[in-house]
């Protein structure tokens, strides 16, 4: 009964009854610049350490086992060409004579047990790439990147999937709960520096 959310009114039904709204907009993946906890979407900061935070949510009667379920977090360039499991799981992109990464795993992390109705919120260090190098190919679409996350509670097909999956990504994610897909923006606010959390002591 782990499940995370396609939309903000999905109830975890498979497949999603919702054929209007897209799958795209999970509120269950969000990225902040720093690891600060934060519930706030931020744009990732290309060429630095960026924390993606996705949420899994347990709608069952029972809390869920605290061993066998597994979160697996991706990323890949946007592009009307997307599927599954390409180029998610690791591709290469020749740009203007350069081999650009287009894909890959961020990671893969086990689920602890969570409790009947509850949710835990799982973190993944990510480095994003940086727009300015896919220009050359993509444009003024350089900085249009998507994440996926993939609960899978076995390491065989179907992996635990109630639908068994296709090349086509769209209904793999509307058949499945337990697959969620996030549009990103990238962005270079701070080229070449490196994020710093700083505080300050006042004296009382």
């Not at 086992?65 to 599927?83: H, I, M, P, Q, V």
């Not at 602890?112 to 003024?140: I, L, Q, R």
């Not at 900085?143 to 509670?153: G, K, V």
Request: hydrophobic fraction near 35%; glycine fraction near 8%; charged fraction near 15%.
């Amino acid at each position: 009964d782990l499940y995370m959310k396609d939309q903000l009114s999905d109830a975890g039904l498979e497949p999603n009854p919702d054929n209007v709204s897209p799958y795209y907009v999970t509120p269950d993946i969000w990225v902040r610049n720093v690891n600060d906890g934060g519930t706030v979407h931020q744009n990732p900061e290309a060429g630095q350490i960026n924390y993606v935070y996705v949420k899994v949510r347990n709608r069952g009667v029972a809390a869920s086992a605290a061993t066998g379920n597994r979160l697996k977090l991706y990323w890949a360039k946007a592009s009307t060409g997307l599927s599954w499991t390409f180029p998610w799981t690791s591709a290469m992109y020749g740009c203007a004579g350069t081999p650009l990464p287009i894909g890959g795993q961020i990671g893969n992390k086990l689920i602890a047990s969570v409790s009947a109705g509850g949710f835990t919120t799982m973190t993944f260090a990510w480095t994003p790439p940086k727009p300015t190098d896919y220009t050359p190919c993509f444009g003024g679409d350089a900085s249009h990147f998507c994440l996926l996350a993939r609960i899978e509670n076995s390491s065989v097909v179907p992996y635990g999937m109630s639908f068994p999956e296709t090349t086509d990504l769209w209904n793999n994610v509307r058949n499945n709960n337990n697959i969620v897909w996030k549009n990103v923006s990238i962005v270079d606010a701070l080229p070449d520096m490196t994020l710093i959390r700083t505080s300050v002591l006042f004296a009382g």
